[in-house]
């Protein structure tokens, strides 16, 4: 795989990892989960910055201009569905709508995890160690994501769900 076709691959990645991080900002603002959506910004803003530096690794170490020419279409949550009011959204429906966002967001990271571990390793195959050396971050950081949303999907699980504690929790880490 020539390098272009990775530096492509990825950045039609974090294009799509943009818009997951966007539908859940807007989600847990929407159900007022207010820290989980600042962290969702915070991921939304590292994505950006990292699409960005990709492209200027690219353009100044490999005279490459990359776009996402094709970046997948991601509405991980049908944020369309949503039609109700939060205040008319029931105990149980938020419930599964954080438990559901969860695991999509999950499922995001290793999914990209995966692919960034495959594009080291053809860089490596290639010969291109700096470059390998420059995407092994990409691979840090998300498996660094991967391993706190399931911290928080764990620790959540282990209180059940309870959504007055979720919500303390929320306002205690918003102050």
């Given at each position: 795989m020539a390098t272009h076709n990775i530096f492509t691959k990825l950045?039609?990645?974090?294009?799509?990892a943009m818009m997951v991080h966007t539908q859940l900002t807007e989600l847990f603002n929407f159900i007022d989960l207010k820290s989980?959506?600042?962290?969702?910004?915070?991921?939304l803003h590292e994505e950006t910055d990292g699409l960005l530096k990709?492209?200027?690794?690219?353009?100044?170490?490999?005279?490459?201009?990359?776009?996402?020419?094709?970046?997948?279409q991601v509405d991980i949550l049908n944020l369309g569905m949503l039609k109700q009011q939060n205040d008319e959204l029931s105990p149980d429906n938020k419930i599964y709508l954080i438990q559901y966002a969860m695991?999509?967001?999950?499922?995001?990271?290793k999914e990209s995890k995966i692919m960034y571990e495959d594009a080291y390793r053809n860089l490596v195959d290639m010969s291109e160690i700096a470059t390998a050396d420059f995407v092994l971050q990409y691979v840090r950081d998300v498996d660094k994501e991967l391993r706190d949303a399931e911290?928080?999907?764990?620790v959540r699980d282990a209180i059940d769900w309870d959504l007055a504690t979720i919500y303390d929790k929320q306002a205690r880490l918003s102050k």
């Open positions: 950045a039609n990645r974090m294009v799509g989980d959506a600042k962290r969702q910004k915070k991921q990709l492209e200027k690794y690219a353009s100044q170490h490999h005279h490459i201009l990359i776009t996402s020419n094709n970046p997948p695991k999509e967001w999950i499922e995001w990271e911290l928080l999907y764990r």
